[in-house]
């Protein structure tokens, strides 16, 4: 049986949230509020194992008409290797497709899971959108230490 992601819903936030809050503590990725979360429900996707608990989540935000991003990308660490993370990845790029973007884009420090699925690293100053949409509001900016990296996306 092949690893599903699930549209998430409003059921799902709280356990998105945790999957997370674990994430930032490991400096992995930013947190982010519940009710931050509530908000971008529509963005994200969820796998959960058999007994129904989280493994990870991935969403997909729209930045730009052309320009989508792929953020809060986790997989418990338990459970990496497993193709959970590409699965999601995955998802979230036939969605943009589906949606006619034509390019999106992650901030990682995973850069060889990006390469494999064919993203490329690029300089953050050509995501504008991102930096003046969200950065701006980072701790960590101007000082990221994230991968900026982008993938062009095939209409089939």
């Not at 608990?53 to 418990?76: H, K, N, T």
Request: proline share 4%; with cysteine.
């Amino acid at each position: 049986m092949g690893i599903i992601p699930a549209r998430a819903t409003i059921r799902d936030m709280k356990d998105i949230h945790a999957l997370l809050l674990h994430a930032g503590a490991s400096g992995k990725l930013l947190p982010r509020s519940l009710s931050d979360l509530f908000s971008h429900v529509r963005d994200f996707y969820i796998v959960r194992g058999e007994d129904g608990a989280p493994i990870g989540c991935c969403a997909l935000a729209v930045i730009w008409e052309d320009l989508g991003e792929i953020r809060s990308l986790y997989v418990r660490e338990e459970q990496r290797g497993l193709g959970h993370g590409t699965a999601l990845t995955k998802v979230c790029i036939d969605e943009g497709i589906n949606m006619g973007l034509s390019r999106v884009f992650t901030l990682t420090y995973e850069t060889g899971f990006f390469s494999r699925l064919d993203f490329a690293e690029v300089h953050k100053d050509s995501l504008p959108q991102k930096i003046w949409a969200d950065c701006i509001h980072c701790p960590k900016y101007p000082d990221c230490d994230e991968t900026a990296m982008l993938r062009f996306l095939e209409r089939t």
